[in-house]
């Protein structure tokens, strides 16, 4: 069964930055999107950005845009989230998704 696991979370100050990994344990999947989801305290999971099996960000949640980047390396079944001018609003934990299967998820903490 695939396997996704996250790291590179981590507690910054507003304004920080910080960059996620999701490794899959499994080359196949080089053939599907992937996905970075987050859940905030109280909130629902919301869908952050979706990267294409080309690599392309297809779809990037409005509150992030021109902060975070998505993207991957097939070659190393590897997604990655680069998140810059951290918010507090941004504190979530991290989930990565591709198919039925989800990481175990990385807490990002934004305070001052």
């Known amino acids: 069964e695939m396997q996704l696991v996250e790291s590179g979370g981590g507690s910054v100050q507003p304004g920080g930055s910080l960059r996620l990994s999701c490794i899959a344990s499994e080359s196949r999947i080089r053939y599907y999107p992937m996905r970075w989801y987050r859940q905030a305290p109280g909130k629902e999971r919301e869908l952050v950005t979706l990267?294409?099996?080309?690599?392309?960000?297809?779809y990037l949640e409005d509150s992030v845009k021109g902060r975070f980047t998505g993207s991957r390396d097939n070659v190393k079944n590897t997604m990655y989230l680069q998140m810059n001018s951290l918010k507090p609003e941004d504190t979530a934990v991290y989930y990565c998704?591709?198919?039925?299967?989800w990481g175990q998820g990385t807490q990002v903490t934004v305070s001052s």
């Open positions: 990267i294409t099996s080309d690599g392309d960000m297809a």
């Open positions: 998704n591709a198919m039925e299967y």
